[in-house]
């Protein structure tokens, strides 16, 4: 966790030049650097890395030199993470522990490297807007250098989610709400900026494979709860979700019944 946190840092401390050459607006991109400064105010850079279906290791950074190393085996460790944390999530529904990962009929593990840095005027910008994730739930490693980043949405409030050296927030997203026919709810969520700090996170999206059709699951489906959500294509599911533009949970209502 600290020689990735580390990396990160690292990455984007390389001059503009080298970093620049991994930029690219391509979102079927497995590797790519993106930005949100122009795009609804957003104050962000980011790495976006595919690690299951993986990216090609030609197509990742050799600056700084211990990239690849440090990022493949931190994706690796993440990912048999997911799947511990994905079968406790079948248990606690009172379902096989395997239940989930045969629902999600394959998997689709992606990290996102942000970076938020010092903003002159963090009241007038956001550093991500507010939103659930897409996918089945979220490992994120916050930076503990800076307190107050990541926000959730609770009782109607912005809740800050101060971090803990040493542990992950765990996020759950949208799949996972609907698998559970609403038992779980994904967390509406958004990061805030400051003026005198960069900050980091790394956030490692869990979910299904984009092929795979998602639904309630069955045994969670009675008379008494009968099923909240419609059956979509998990790769639809994202495209819908990228056109609403980060706004709350308006994608999970396009299949809700």
Request: proline share 7%; hydrophobic share 35%.
């Amino acid at each position: 966790m600290a020689s990735m946190m580390e990396l990160v840092h690292d990455f984007f401390r390389l001059p503009i030049e080298d970093r620049s050459v991994y930029y690219s607006e391509d979102s079927s991109s497995k590797f790519r650097m993106g930005t949100s400064f122009e795009t609804r105010r957003m104050w962000q850079d980011y790495l976006h890395q595919a690690c299951y279906p993986p990216c090609e290791i030609a197509q990742l950074p050799t600056k700084p030199p211990s990239y690849v190393r440090i990022s493949t085996a931190y994706a690796e460790a993440m990912n048999r993470l997911a799947k511990r944390v994905l079968g406790l999530f079948s248990e606690s529904l009172g379902l096989e522990s395997g239940a989930l990962e045969e629902a999600f009929g394959g998997e689709r593990h992606v990290m996102r490297m942000n970076y938020y840095p010092p903003c002159p005027e963090p009241e007038l910008t956001i550093g991500l807007d507010a939103h659930s994730d897409p996918n089945g739930f979220t490992i994120l490693q916050q930076d503990t250098s800076v307190n107050d980043g990541l926000q959730i949405l609770h009782c109607g409030a912005w809740v800050p989610i101060k971090p803990l050296p040493g542990a992950f927030v765990v996020n759950i997203g949208d799949q996972l709400q609907i698998l559970s026919n609403d038992a779980y709810k994904s967390v509406e969520h958004r990061a805030v900026v400051n003026s005198e700090r960069t900050r980091v996170s790394i956030a490692s999206f869990y979910g299904p494979a984009e092929d795979s059709h998602i639904a309630p699951v069955a045994q969670l489906v009675t008379d008494e709860a009968p099923a909240c959500f419609k059956e979509s294509v998990y790769g639809n599911y994202l495209q819908s979700f990228y056109a609403s533009k980060l706004d709350g949970k308006a994608a999970i209502e396009t299949v809700r019944y």
